[in-house]
């Protein structure tokens, strides 16, 4: 069966979760095209902001008046997002991740 959006497979949750352990050590991500900091600051910014667009928990997910602020935004107030469930959370455990709709 092909893997939806509700079903990420194994090789696409390594990846998620090899960028989210880089970035929350402030580690090189190893992109290609970077060529100097704001380049990088950029990319950092984009991808914390996807993580948070890519939460399990739609109720956990920005709404897009707020994805937008947050690429606006400097890279220095950007919260860093949960890290991704391998399935779905219970009802209960999604009770205590913070909303970010606005």
């Not at 092909?2 to 190893?30: F, W």
């Not at 739609?58 to 994805?67: D, F, L």
């Amino acid at each position: 069966m092909k893997p939806t959006c509700h079903q990420p497979n194994n090789k696409s949750m390594q990846a998620l979760s090899k960028i989210y352990e880089r970035l929350e050590v402030d580690e090189e991500l190893g992109l290609q095209g970077i060529e100097n900091e704001e380049d990088n600051e950029c990319a950092k910014k984009m991808l914390i902001v996807s993580l948070w667009c890519i939460q399990t928990n739609p109720s956990s997910r920005p709404a897009m008046s707020r994805v937008a602020e947050m690429l606006e935004g400097s890279l220095d107030s950007l919260q860093f997002p949960p890290k991704p469930f391998l399935s779905s959370p219970r009802p209960e455990a999604a009770d205590s991740l913070p909303s970010l709709v606005r």
